[in-house]
């Protein structure tokens, strides 16, 4: 067998690179530009929890640390 050299090793790492593309795209990247469907997953899944019973050590649920007002209530 004889050693890749000049276009074809250039084509093998690069037909190499785009398959690493191609194989993390459904992954990482479909999901960062169109979060809709997980959002929707994720509200479906959640929808008989209630926070204050998973919330751990008796601690409060999150609030903002700095005392933001919401836009309703000026």
Avoid: C, H
């Amino acid at each position: 067998m004889s050693s890749l050299k000049g276009w074809r090793y250039t084509v093998f790492i690069g037909g190499f690179v785009g398959l690493i593309g191609l194989a993390l795209y459904p992954i990482a990247v479909s999901p960062m530009m169109d979060a809709s469907e997980y959002k929707k997953i994720q509200k479906e899944t959640r929808k008989n929890i209630r926070i204050e019973d998973v919330q751990p050590g008796n601690m409060n649920v999150w609030s903002d640390p700095f005392g933001r007002k919401k836009a309703d209530s000026e």
